[in-house]
T-cell receptor, first 112, second 111 residues
Framework: ETGVTQSPTHLIKTRGQQVTLRCSSQSGHNTVSWYQQALGQGPQFIFQYYREEENGRGNFPPRFSGLQFPNYSSELNVNALELDDSALYLC???????????FGEGSRLTVL | KQEVTQIPAALSVPEGENLVLNCSFTDSAIYNLQWFRQDPGKGLTSLLLIQSSQREQTSGRLNASLDKSSGRSTLYIAASQPGDSATYLCAVRDNTDKLIFGTGTRLQVFP
C-alpha cells in the first residue's frame, strides 16, 4: 500500500507566475485536503475534495483552486503568485470526509 | 470561530522523562481530534485520532485524552527518547469537516 505522494518536492517561482502542485492519495482514500504551512506555524486548511467535488474551503482567495480526478488524485493551482505564498504545501488523504488524515511530505514553494 | 492553542510552545527534557503536551480549543462542537508529529521540513505523521465520543486513545508509549466539555486534550509521552524530538501538532475537525491546527509544541529530548 503506497502512502500519499506529492510533487514536486521543491520549486521556485517569481511573483505573478502560476504553479500547479500534485498529490496522489493513499490507496482506497476518496477524500483529499490541502494545507498551507508557513515557517513556524501550524498548517492552514485551504480546501477539501470528496469524490471530485470541493466540499469545504478555508479563508483563501479564489486564485487558490483545485481539482480532484476520478482516481482521487488531486491538484492545487495558485495563480498570480505573491511573496506571501512561499510556504510548505501539504496534501492529506482520508478514507472519508471526516476520517483520519494521512499526509504527504509536502511541496516547498518559494516565491521570489 | 474555532481556535486551537498548544502549550507549551517549546519543551526541552532529558531522556527518560514522562511528559504532557496540552491542546485547548474554543468550540466544543468538534467531530474528532488528531495528534500529529512533524520532523523539520517534513510532512505530518498521524499519531492518534480521538473521536468526539471517546475519552482517550493509546498507542505504545503515547496516550491522548479528550475532554470536550472543557475544550482540552493532552498527549502523554512515557519514557521519552531522543527520537521523540519533533514538533507535535493537534488538530480538531469541526462539524463542517474543516481541520483546524494549533501552532504546535516543539519538543527536544536530550540524552
Amino acid at each position: 500500500e503506497t502512502g500519499v505522494t506529492q510533487s514536486p518536492t521543491h520549486l521556485i517561482k517569481t511573483r505573478g507566475q502560476q504553479v500547479t502542485l500534485r498529490c496522489s492519495s493513499q490507496s482506497g482514500h476518496n477524500t483529499v485536503s490541502w494545507y498551507q504551512q508557513a515557517l513556524g506555524q501550524g498548517p492552514q486548511f485551504i480546501f477539501q475534495y470528496y469524490r471530485e467535488e470541493e466540499n469545504g474551503r478555508g479563508n483563501f482567495p479564489p486564485r487558490f483552486s483545485g481539482l480532484q480526478f476520478p482516481n482521487y488524485s488531486s491538484e492545487l493551482n495558485v495563480n498570480a503568485l505573491e511573496l506571501d505564498d512561499s510556504a510548505l504545501y501539504l496534501c492529506a488523504s482520508s478514507l472519508d470526509q471526516a476520517g483520519e488524515l494521512f499526509f504527504g511530505e509536502g511541496s516547498r514553494l518559494t516565491v521570489l | 470561530k474555532q481556535e486551537v492553542t498548544q502549550i507549551p510552545a517549546a519543551l526541552s527534557v532529558p531522556e527518560g522523562e514522562n511528559l504532557v503536551l496540552n491542546c485547548s480549543f474554543t468550540d466544543s462542537a468538534i467531530y474528532n481530534l488528531q495528534w500529529f508529529r512533524q520532523d523539520p521540513g517534513k510532512g505530518l505523521t498521524s499519531l492518534l485520532l480521538i473521536q468526539s465520543s471517546q475519552r482517550e486513545q493509546t498507542s505504545g508509549r503515547l496516550n491522548a485524552s479528550l475532554d470536550k466539555s472543557s475544550g482540552r486534550s493532552t498527549l502523554y509521552i512515557a519514557a521519552s527518547q531522543p527520537g521523540d524530538s519533533a514538533t507535535y501538532l493537534c488538530a480538531v475537525r469541526d462539524n463542517t469537516d474543516k481541520l483546524i491546527f494549533g501552532t504546535g509544541t516543539r519538543l527536544q529530548v536530550f540524552p
